[in-house]
Each structure stands twice: as structure tokens, then as C-alpha cells.
């Protein structure tokens, strides 16, 4: 689920400032651990409710828009719901990944309940993508058997770049893959598909990049400065964007949301998009038999799963879902993949030789806390 195609600065860049203006410019990018916790202003929430539901919001989402709330009814009784504010109408209009990534979180939201010695009583509310209650849970104490590892959930990353060119071992394959052979298909970089989804890729990223809408909407959740990071703490930062050293302190202190527009920049975007699809070990497709509401939840569990296991084997996942977000290339990856079920995540995937620390923000569960 992510959309960034970005900057690759000019190495040439130069920008002559003195000692003083350099001394209090923003000099380093904002990184989660530089989070500090903030003071807790509901007091229903008991301490395991809010290690729960942080651990929960860790969930991955497009342009890192965290687009759940949570209503408090009592304590561990809970409806997560769906946040209109934080859809992306120009590249989702359905609200399909919105809904994606909800499952996302509740798919860490049951791991860290059952760590936590809760198990999650499910009970289906939404009909549609729009419907703001989206589903009810009651969290049960329970025996804890074989809890779940939560470092994984807090050492989730999506990384963009370094990935090596090794296709995935058939033991690796297996191991993410497990029991769901039939909704997680590899395509191996060497393969016609993997190539064919390169250069889709590439097109489609092309196509939503001249769309004034879908551009002018990347660039409302671009946290260009570590004070507007800090105030948000959601979208895209530099270090999201893995944009690093002097290119990243230009860009905190030199950019806003009238550069996301200009021409050189969409130009390097997709010149980011190229170089992050040639280095890959190819391609994860995650596919669903519908598009249900209880469908699209499941699968966004699904891949939520696959995504708390690629650390452990070095692997790294990158969702980019242009292709499913532009029309033109929508309707062609079907029958050029030779899959019916519909397609629902695209995730570039590739080794890794050294696996950075995850460093996007998060909202205190106090902010989508609603009573």
C-alpha cells in the first residue's frame, strides 16, 4: 500500500549557509524512537488497552495516513472504525486500501491482545468501504499459549531501497507463504510477469504522477520538516522516504507542497520509481476471491502476516500499487499475470545485507481515541 515515488536529490545541489542559519535549521531527520511518549488524557484506558492499541496503529498504510480510530464503549470493548479524513480519494475513490489497512491493524491488534493474554472477539459491522463502524471487538482474558513475538510488530519496516537481486529461496518462499498458497503468489525477478509488473510499474507511476489531483494529494501528506512531522507524527517524512544526509536537510529546510508539483520533481520521482524496480528478487501478489468488506479485512490480515515474517530472513516488502490505482493498468494485470482472483496488494520484495531500524511515526493512541 504506498505511493512514494520520490526524490533522489541532485548531488550537485549546492546551498552556501552561514554557521548561525545552520545552527538552527532543521539538521536531522525525525526518527520514531526521537518520539517521546506523550501524557495519557484518557483515563478509561487501562495500561495493557494502550500498549494494545499502540502496538495495533503500527499497521502499515498508504502515505502512513493511519486511517482507523477507535471508539472506546468500556474497557476492552471497543468498535474500530473508519476514518473519513484520512482517505486518499484521488488514488483510492472506493476506499479499498482504506479498508486493506484496516485489517492491517487488526491483524496487530489480535497478535498483541493474545501477547497480552486476550483473545479477540470479532463481530462484523460495515456493509461498505464508507461506513465509519467497521467492526466490533470484545478482548477476552484467556490462558496465554505461544503469545506472539510483539518485537516483530514493533520492528516492522517498509524499506525502498538496497534490495539485492537474489531471487527468494524455495524454503523462504514456503515459510512466508505457509498455509496460503492460493491467495500469496512469488513472481521470481527472472520471471515474464515480474518483468512485465516492472514496467507497469513504472507506467502507472508515470500516469498517476501527471494527475494534478493525485499529486496535489501526496503532497498533502508529505511532512517536509521535522516540527510538522512531530505535530502530525503521520505521512511521509525524509526518513520514510529514506532520503538521507545533506539531500535530506535540503529538503526539510528548503521544501514544501509547492515543489511536489513542479516538474523536476514528478521528473524525479519517476526516476526513483526505475531504480527501485530494478533491484528486486521480484514480486508478491496477494489475491482475494471478492471484494467484500469481510473480504478485503481478511486479506489486508493476510498480508499483515506475511509482512511480521520477512524480517527474521532479511527480506524486505515494498508495496506499490500504482497499477491498481490507475485504470488503464488495472484492467491489463489480470490476464497478463493469468490470475482470476482479484489482485490486492503488489509488493516488491528483495534481500537485504543489512536491515535498517523502522523509523515512520505514529498518532498516540490517545489521538484516535474517540469516546
Given at each position: 500500500?504506498?505511493?512514494?515515488?520520490?526524490?533522489?536529490?541532485?548531488?550537485?545541489?549546492?546551498?552556501?549557509?552561514?554557521?548561525?542559519?545552520?545552527?538552527?535549521?532543521?539538521?536531522?531527520?525525525?526518527?520514531?524512537?526521537?518520539?517521546?511518549?506523550?501524557?495519557?488524557?484518557?483515563?478509561?484506558?487501562?495500561?495493557?488497552?494502550?500498549?494494545?492499541?499502540?502496538?495495533?496503529?503500527?499497521?502499515?498504510?498508504?502515505?502512513?495516513?493511519?486511517?482507523?480510530?477507535?471508539?472506546?464503549?468500556?474497557?476492552?470493548?471497543?468498535?474500530?472504525?473508519?476514518?473519513?479524513?484520512?482517505?486518499?480519494?484521488?488514488?483510492?475513490?472506493?476506499?479499498?486500501?482504506?479498508?486493506?489497512?484496516?485489517?492491517?491493524?487488526?491483524?496487530?491488534?489480535?497478535?498483541?491482545?493474545?501477547?497480552?493474554?486476550?483473545?479477540?472477539?470479532?463481530?462484523?459491522?460495515?456493509?461498505?468501504?464508507?461506513?465509519?463502524?467497521?467492526?466490533?471487538?470484545?478482548?477476552?482474558?484467556?490462558?496465554?499459549?505461544?503469545?506472539?513475538?510483539?518485537?516483530?510488530?514493533?520492528?516492522?519496516?517498509?524499506?525502498?531501497?538496497?534490495?539485492?537481486?537474489?531471487?527468494?529461496?524455495?524454503?523462504?518462499?514456503?515459510?512466508?507463504?505457509?498455509?496460503?498458497?492460493?491467495?500469496?503468489?512469488?513472481?521470481?525477478?527472472?520471471?515474464?510477469?515480474?518483468?512485465?509488473?516492472?514496467?507497469?510499474?513504472?507506467?502507472?507511476?508515470?500516469?498517476?504522477?501527471?494527475?494534478?489531483?493525485?499529486?496535489?494529494?501526496?503532497?498533502?501528506?508529505?511532512?517536509?520538516?521535522?516540527?510538522?512531522?512531530?505535530?502530525?507524527?503521520?505521512?511521509?517524512?525524509?526518513?520514510?522516504?529514506?532520503?538521507?544526509?545533506?539531500?535530506?536537510?535540503?529538503?526539510?529546510?528548503?521544501?514544501?507542497?509547492?515543489?511536489?508539483?513542479?516538474q523536476d520533481f514528478r521528473e524525479r520521482g519517476i526516476d526513483n520509481v526505475k531504480k527501485q524496480v530494478s533491484e528486486s528478487a521480484g514480486w508478491i501478489?496477494?489475491?482475494?476471491?471478492?471484494?467484500?468488506?469481510?473480504?478485503?479485512?481478511?486479506?489486508?490480515?493476510?498480508?499483515?502476516?506475511?509482512?511480521?515474517?520477512?524480517?527474521?530472513?532479511?527480506?524486505?516488502?515494498?508495496?506499490?500499487?500504482?497499477?491498481?490505482?490507475?485504470?488503464?493498468?488495472?484492467?491489463?494485470?489480470?490476464?497478463?499475470?493469468?490470475?482470476?482472483?482479484?489482485?490486492?496488494?503488489?509488493?516488491?520484495?528483495?534481500?537485504?545485507?543489512?536491515?535498517?531500524?523502522?523509523?515512520?511515526?505514529?498518532?498516540?493512541?490517545?489521538?484516535?481515541?474517540?469516546?
Open positions: 500500500m504506498n505511493r512514494e515515488k520520490f526524490i533522489s536529490l541532485a548531488i550537485g545541489t549546492t546551498i552556501t549557509v552561514g554557521t548561525t542559519s545552520y545552527l538552527f535549521s532543521d539538521k536531522s531527520n525525525l526518527l520514531r524512537a526521537d518520539m517521546k511518549t506523550t501524557e495519557d488524557k484518557n483515563k478509561n484506558l487501562k495500561s495493557d488497552e494502550k500498549e494494545i492499541l499502540f502496538l495495533a496503529s503500527l499497521a502499515p498504510s498508504g502515505h502512513n495516513t493511519q486511517p482507523w480510530f477507535v471508539q472506546y464503549l468500556e474497557p476492552l470493548h471497543w468498535i474500530i472504525g473508519n476514518d473519513k479524513n484520512k482517505w486518499l480519494p484521488a488514488v483510492d475513490p472506493t476506499q479499498r486500501e482504506t479498508i486493506l489497512s484496516i485489517g492491517t491493524f487488526m491483524q496487530n491488534l489480535e497478535y498483541a491482545a493474545g501477547a497480552f493474554g486476550y483473545s479477540c472477539d470479532w463481530n462484523l459491522l460495515a456493509k461498505t468501504n464508507q461506513d465509519e463502524q467497521v467492526m466490533e471487538v470484545n478482548l477476552i482474558k484467556k490462558e496465554s499459549k505461544n503469545a506472539f513475538d510483539i518485537t516483530k510488530i514493533k520492528n516492522r519496516r517498509t524499506v525502498r531501497s538496497n534490495f539485492l537481486s537474489d531471487v527468494l529461496k524455495k524454503e523462504d518462499i514456503e515459510y512466508l507463504v505457509n498455509s496460503e498458497p492460493e491467495f500469496i503468489h512469488y513472481l521470481p525477478v527472472t520471471s515474464k510477469e515480474s518483468q512485465y509488473i516492472d514496467e507497469q510499474t513504472i507506467i502507472a507511476n508515470r500516469i498517476q504522477s501527471d494527475r494534478n489531483p493525485a499529486q496535489q494529494e501526496l503532497a498533502e501528506w508529505i511532512r517536509f520538516s521535522s516540527k510538522d512531522a512531530k505535530k502530525y507524527s503521520d505521512g511521509l517524512t525524509t526518513a520514510t522516504m529514506e532520503i538521507e544526509g545533506f539531500s535530506g536537510w535540503v529538503v526539510r529546510n528548503f521544501y514544501s507542497k509547492n515543489n511536489v508539483m513542479k501478489l496477494i489475491t482475494s476471491k471478492d471484494d467484500s468488506v469481510a473480504t478485503l479485512l481478511e486479506t489486508g490480515r493476510k498480508m499483515q502476516r506475511l509482512f511480521l515474517k520477512v524480517r527474521e530472513r532479511n527480506i524486505a516488502i515494498h508495496p506499490m500499487t500504482q497499477i491498481l490505482e490507475e485504470s488503464s493498468t488495472k484492467q491489463q494485470l489480470n490476464p497478463a499475470m493469468g490470475i482470476s482472483e482479484n489482485i490486492q496488494f503488489i509488493l516488491r520484495v528483495g534481500y537485504l545485507k543489512n536491515y535498517p531500524q523502522p523509523v515512520s511515526l505514529r498518532r498516540p493512541v490517545d489521538w484516535f481515541i474517540r469516546s
